[in-house]
């Protein structure tokens, strides 16, 4: 009795988990902007759509115009949105954009062409990816750390960014970083680093090709592993 009972228990505790304050269907769109702290789930599906969960659920503001769409927190809640967890189910999705302090996660692994991803004031994105072309822009305290595998990758970063892409498995890797930032890339074919007023770049992967660039301090290092 004791062990179905115990069995019940768990099944409920995974039904409550599962469950949603907040759950709408949205139209089409090809970027994503993040606002206000708020942490947020990327699940490729079939539809378009969003889920809510938590203390402010019925305080996220969406605006969808253009194919872009704007999760922020009302403005009487705004940076407030920390205990906030929204799920975005999407159909396709060619950029996607971080800022004040919000975090995205990707669920699973990005399968695409091209993808690009971009972060400021403090925001994060992680993420597995499968590309062919990346583009990474990090400014203000961004954080981006990506893993996976891209032909080709182009980032542009500054004003203390960071990126962790030593597990981002890629052909050619172009990179400029500017008043300071701290970024970890791999590349087997060709990396082009530029530094500008301060920043350390790690490059790893063995390029047959590195070409370097520095400009008022910053460092440039070929690591091994």
Do not use: C, W
């Not at 967890?85 to 950029?95: I, N, T």
Request: proline share 0%; hydrophobic share 45%.
């Amino acid at each position: 009795m004791k062990k179905y009972l115990v069995l019940f228990i768990i099944l409920v505790s995974q039904g409550a988990l599962a469950q949603f304050d907040v759950e709408k269907n949205l139209g089409d769109f090809h970027e994503i902007k993040v606002y206000d702290l708020i942490e947020v789930t990327l699940i490729k599906s079939s539809e378009n759509k969003l889920r809510i969960k938590g203390r402010y659920a019925d305080d996220i503001v969406l605006v969808l115009k253009d194919g872009v769409l704007k999760v922020r927190m009302q403005l009487e809640k705004k940076f407030q949105g920390e205990n906030t967890l929204v799920e975005v189910l999407y159909k396709e999705l060619d950029v996607v954009d971080g800022n004040e302090g919000a975090q995205i996660t990707f669920n699973e692994l990005v399968a695409q062409t091209a993808l690009t991803l971009k972060v400021q004031e403090g925001a994060q994105i992680f993420g597995g990816v499968q590309l062919d072309y990346l583009e990474t822009k990090a400014v203000t305290g961004g954080v981006v750390e990506i893993a996976g595998t891209a032909k080709v990758h182009d980032v542009n970063m500054n004003t203390g960014a960071i990126l962790e892409a030593k597990k981002l498995l890629t052909q050619i890797t172009n990179i400029k970083v500017t008043a300071g930032g701290e970024a970890a890339i791999f590349a087997t074919k060709r990396a082009n680093v530029q530094v500008r007023a301060g920043g350390d770049v790690d490059v790893y992967g063995k390029p047959e090709e590195l070409l370097k660039k520095q400009f008022a301090g910053g460092r440039i290092r070929l690591r091994s592993r």
